[in-house]
Nanobody, 122 residues
Framework: QVQLVESGGGLVQAGGSLRLSCAAS????????MGWFRQAPGKEREFVAA????????SYANFVKGRFTISRDNAKNTVDLQMTSLRPEDTAVYYC???????????????WGQGTQVTVSS
């Protein structure tokens, strides 16, 4: 089992940047595929990005390609989401997820953090 805690959210102006971080507990972090999702008010949770166990493979939603970058540090048990060129429509609660194996956005997401709020003002 793995426990996830997100941080780094906040208020930013359109065009700005934020870096989200997810810290995972446990000694088996490197065995999990990791991902980021988001949920805006009144909308369903949607996939943002995912990264394989070793970090060699990544997958992104079309709406963040070229703007967001997912990375992980297995020595520190963290996975980050660097967000640039933020838009008001990126406003949402961002969640970190963990899956027992990696299959891009279709990974079997089994564990979730509590989320961190990102608000982008116009």
């Amino acid at each position: 089992q793995v426990q996830l805690v997100e941080s780094g959210g906040g208020l930013v102006q359109a065009g700005g940047s934020l870096r989200l971080s997810c810290a995972a507990s446990g000694r088996t972090f490197s065995s999990y595929g990791m991902g980021w999702f988001r949920q805006a008010p009144g909308k369903e949770r949607e996939f943002v990005a995912a990264i394989s166990r070793g970090g060699s493979s990544t997958s992104y939603a079309n709406f963040v390609k070229g703007r967001f970058t997912i990375s992980r540090d297995n020595a520190k048990n963290t996975v980050d989401l660097q967000m640039t060129s933020l838009r008001p429509e990126d406003t949402a609660v961002y969640y970190c997820g963990a899956a027992p194996y990696y299959s891009g956005r279709s990974s079997p997401w089994a564990y979730w953090g509590q989320g961190t709020q990102v608000t982008v003002s116009s």
